[in-house]
């Protein structure tokens, strides 16, 4: 095997780098590459092993539920709505004026069935008010 002798900056150091390390040979005696594994099945399966599955769920919901009032309603009238937490299909949500929470309960169906849709299940089965600063 070749070698190549290399000066290392102000040191004037020597040293045999291989070629090995430069050079990939291209034939069959090389292993095949490993195949292809879509990232998503990775994630599944580590959540599955590390048995925290009911959190991240928890947390999807919440986050969808959230991202789907900024689509109901814009960002400056979701601002006064906050989603705090989701377990056995309830949703709690603190809500920071009255308004805001009349509002909600008015839309409350059309909120569960975006969050339900987006989950691909019946996730959301009740909605629960806190109040927040009033």
């Known amino acids: 095997m070749g070698c190549i002798n290399v000066e290392y900056g102000i040191w004037n150091m020597d040293f045999q780098i291989p ?10 005696s090389q292993p095949p590459p490993m195949a292809f594994t879509p990232i998503n099945r990775i ?6 092993q590390a048995r925290i599955e009911p959190q991240v769920s928890a947390a999807r919901v919440v ?9 109901m309603w814009g ?14 299909g309830t949703l709690k949500v603190a809500v920071a004026s009255p308004a805001a929470a009349h509002t909600l309960r008015i839309d409350e169906i059309a909120w569960q069935n975006a969050i339900n849709r987006a989950q691909g299940m019946k996730a959301v089965r ?9």
Do not use: W
């Open 63 to 71: 986050d969808e539920a959230q991202a789907s009032l900024v689509k």
């Open 75 to 88: 960002p400056d009238r979701a601002m006064h709505v906050r989603v705090v937490s989701f377990k056995d």
């Open 19 to 28: 070629y090995s390390i430069f050079h990939i040979p291209n034939s069959p």
């Open 43 to 48: 994630l599944s399966k580590s959540i599955q």
């Open 126 to 134: 009740k909605i629960q008010l806190i109040r927040e600063g009033f």
